[in-house]
């Protein structure tokens, strides 16, 4: 059976340590530390350096870029604001509720603020909260084994770190189903 580019993604993230002696954590300190800032400059000097694979590499690089374009530049408070300002700003209470419902999992949930998203991390990413459009709310989920079903879709080109997405236009659709997804999420993270 064809994994999705979600599916083989998780899984690249799930056997980096093993594959290529570090986690990703780790290659995120080397790489922020050769200050490197072009996607290609990074990937080379994972493949020449350290022999990373080209897969693993472009992983690596894309995962750098993002870092570095969240909490190193502005605060985690700021990059919230910035998401939901505008035209955006009508869907800031959906987020309150998804974070609220997900900050009661555990003391190890991790609210990670990116520039156009926010990662729901524990061990890894389990989930992630993206203001899509001007209506509308995606929740990126982490249910690998997990077939699509009603509003628990397919992520598609949605995002590939993520293998469903559920689409939330109002508050109440933050409900005990979406609870629930999060939640097996977080627990297999």
């Known amino acids: ?60 690089a894309h995962e750098t870029l993002n870092a570095e374009s969240g909490s190193d530049q502005q605060d985690d408070d700021s990059l919230v604001d910035a998401q939901y300002s505008g035209a955006k700003e ?45 209506t509308r709310v995606d929740v990126g989920i982490n249910l690998r084994d997990t077939k699509p079903t009603g509003r628990l879709e397919a992520s598609g080109s949605f995002n590939a770190m993520v293998s469903h997405r559920v689409k939330i236009e109002h508050k109440n659709e933050v409900n005990a189903e979406l609870q629930k997804w999060l939640k097996e999420a977080y627990d297999a993270s």
């Open 90 to 134: 009508g869907l800031r209470p959906i987020y309150e509720a998804i974070v609220g419902v997900v900050k009661k999992f555990g003391s190890d949930v991790e609210i990670a603020p990116k520039k156009s998203y926010v990662s729901l991390r524990r061990k890894k990413q389990f989930g992630l909260i993206q203001p899509s459009t001007k």
């Open 1 to 60: 059976m064809a994994k999705s580019p979600a599916e083989m993604a998780a899984a690249m993230m799930a056997n980096m340590k093993e594959k290529t002696g570090k986690s990703l954590s780790q290659w995120l300190a080397i790489t922020k530390k050769a200050k490197l800032e072009k996607h290609g400059q990074i990937v080379k000097m994972l493949k020449s350096d350290h022999g990373v694979t080209h897969g693993f590499a472009n992983m690596i």
